[in-house]
């Protein structure tokens, strides 16, 4: 089971942009299939994106379609959210998930088959 550690959120204004990381340990991060999911104050944790272990599947909810892009690293144990164009509706804290589960192909917003969570990080947008 790897760890993850995510990182650079932070405060930004409407039409910036963010770079969020999600650092993993261990060996096997070629195995996750690895999404991004936020939170918002009083809303439940909602899928933002996902991307499969070879990177042959990218998966984006729709608000963040065109704004956001996912991307991984193996080599470097890494994934990223690159957040563009952010608005005040995307405040919230960001997660990073692994799951190893081929399910992911095709439910990949499904909470439950992410057995590997981050913290989270903080992301503010000011309108």
């Known amino acids: 089971q790897v760890q993850l550690e995510e990182s650079g959120g932070g405060l930004v204004q409407a039409g910036g942009s963010l770079r969020l990381s999600c650092a993993a340990s261990?060996?096997?991060?070629?195995?996750?299939?690895m999404g991004w999911f936020r939170q918002a104050p009083g809303k439940e944790r909602e899928f933002v994106a996902g991307?499969?272990?070879?990177?042959?599947?990218?998966y984006y909810a729709d608000p963040v379609k065109g704004r956001f892009t996912i991307s991984r690293d193996n080599a470097k144990n890494m994934a990223y959210l690159q957040l563009n164009s952010l608005k005040p509706e995307d405040t919230g804290v960001y997660y990073c998930?692994?799951?190893?589960?081929?399910?992911?192909?095709?439910?990949?917003?499904?909470?439950?088959?992410?057995?590997?969570w981050g913290q989270g990080t903080q992301v503010t947008v000011s309108s």
């Open positions: 998930a692994g799951g190893t589960t081929t399910q992911l192909l095709l439910v990949p917003a499904r909470r439950s088959l992410y057995t590997t």
């Open positions: 991307i499969s272990w070879n990177v042959g599947g990218l």
């Open positions: 261990g060996r096997t991060f070629s195995n996750y299939f």
